[in-house]
C-alpha cells in the first residue's frame, strides 16, 4: 500500500523557516517524481514545487521561487520542502503527492495527509 | 500558464440524479487533465486522468469526458458519499501545474 506521511508543520513568524518531510512507502520512491501542493483553508489547490525521481530537476512556483526548495533523498524515501522567508499567506496545508512517472507534467494518484503550517506573530 | 475554469461554483444535485461539472482551460491541454474529489479534513482523491480513464476502484458512475479545452465530469446518479468538491487539474503545459477552482457538489 502506498503511504505518504507528512511532517515538520507548525507555527512560524513571518520572515522564518520551517522544513517539512513527506516519508514515503508501499512504492520504488526513487522510480517516481515529487511534488508539493498547498491549499489555503477554504480555498483550492496551487502546485508549489516537484522534483524528478533522481532528485537532479526540480520546479517551483513563481509564488516560492527563490524562499522554498524542493529536494530528496532517496536512500531515505524521503521527501523534502525547505521553507525559507514566510510569508502570512504562506499559512496552508501542504500536501505531498506522487508524480505518475519520472518526470514531466502529472497527476497525482497517490497524496499524502497534509501538513498545516501557519505563519503568524 | 494556463488558467482552468470551473463551473458551476456551487452544483445542488439531489441524491439519485445526475450531475455535469464543467472545467475550461485557456489553452489546449489535449487530454492531459485529471479529476479529483475532496471531502473536508481529507486530502483530494484522483478520480479521472486522461481525460476519461477511471483511476483505479473508482466507481463507474464516475466519468470523464472532453480534450482541448473543454471537459466535463459526470456523475450519473449521485450517492450520499460524492457530495464533495471537485477539482480538475491540467499536466500537459508545465510549469506550473494548474487546478481549478473547484465544484462545490451539495445535498438539494
Known amino acids: 500500500e502506498v503511504q505518504l506521511l507528512e511532517s515538520g508543520g507548525g507555527l512560524v513568524q513571518p520572515g522564518g523557516s520551517l522544513r517539512l518531510s513527506c516519508a514515503a512507502s508501499g512504492f520504488t520512491f526513487d522510480s517516481y517524481a515529487m511534488s508539493w501542493v498547498r491549499q489555503t483553508p477554504g480555498t483550492g489547490l496551487e502546485w508549489i514545487s516537484a522534483v524528478s525521481s533522481g532528485g537532479s530537476s526540480t520546479y517551483h512556483a513563481d509564488s516560492v521561487q527563490g524562499r522554498f526548495t524542493i529536494s530528496r533523498d532517496n536512500s531515505k524515501n524521503t521527501l523534502y520542502l525547505q521553507m525559507n522567508s514566510l510569508r502570512a499567506e504562506d499559512t496552508a496545508i501542504y500536501y505531498c503527492a506522487r508524480g505518475s512517472w519520472g518526470w514531466g507534467g502529472s497527476f497525482f494518484a497517490y497524496w499524502g495527509q497534509g501538513a498545516l503550517v501557519t505563519v503568524s506573530s | 500558464e494556463v488558467v482552468m475554469t470551473q463551473s458551476p461554483a456551487t452544483l445542488s444535485v439531489s441524491p439519485g440524479e445526475r450531475a455535469t461539472l464543467s472545467c475550461r482551460a485557456s489553452?489546449?491541454?489535449?487530454?492531459?487533465l485529471g479529476w479529483y474529489q475532496q471531502k473536508p479534513g481529507q486530502a483530494p482523491r484522483l478520480l479521472i486522468y486522461g481525460a476519461s480513464t477511471r483511476a483505479t476502484g473508482i466507481p463507474a458512475r464516475f466519468s470523464g469526458s472532453g480534450s482541448g479545452t473543454e471537459f466535463t465530469l459526470t456523475i450519473s446518479s449521485l450517492q450520499s458519499e460524492d457530495f464533495a468538491v471537485y477539482y480538475c487539474?491540467?499536466?500537459?503545459?508545465?510549469?506550473?501545474?494548474?487546478f481549478g477552482g473547484g465544484t462545490k457538489v451539495e445535498i438539494k
Open positions: 489553452q489546449s491541454v489535449g487530454s492531459n
Open positions: 487539474q491540467q499536466y500537459n503545459n508545465w510549469p506550473p501545474l494548474t
